[in-house]
């Protein structure tokens, strides 16, 4: 199985990992992925809270046991939801897990999210944290 990951925090990526780490099994590949749109809409900050971010997944997962762990940082200029639908694609994912901000739940439908246009935007099976 191989799972995609977004991820655009630390905490995330806790949060990601604490769930499918029991749930891993060998032969599994974890990729996971943080999207900046970069040029001006970029900041070195915000580059740097994606490395955070990936480095957190590598150090929950890293050793698990026969299961490949990778992390891309995306910085190609498209909107993350974009970014991480197409790399989904391109490697053949055949999951995603994602994760949801706490909203109330009138705010999950009026305001639009990351999280939100991926499962909007994919066929694949998903399981949201």
Do not use: W
């Amino acid at each position: 199985m191989l799972y995609v990951l977004p991820t655009n925090s630390v905490r995330t990526s806790e949060v990601l990992c604490a769930y499918l780490r029991d749930r891993l099994a060998p032969g599994d590949a974890v990729h996971a992925t943080n999207s900046q749109r970069g040029g001006d809409a970029t900041s070195s900050v915000d580059i740097r809270g994606g490395e955070d971010a990936l480095a957190a997944v590598e150090d929950a997962l890293g050793d698990a046991p026969d299961v490949a762990v990778e992390t891309h940082q995306l910085v190609r200029g498209n909107a993350p939801a974009e970014d991480v639908l197409a790399y989904a694609a391109d490697v053949g994912a055949d999951e995603f897990v994602i994760a949801i901000r706490d909203r109330s739940p009138t705010a999950k439908v009026v305001f639009g999210s990351v999280a939100q246009d991926i499962l909007s935007g994919s066929n694949l099976p998903m399981r949201v944290v």
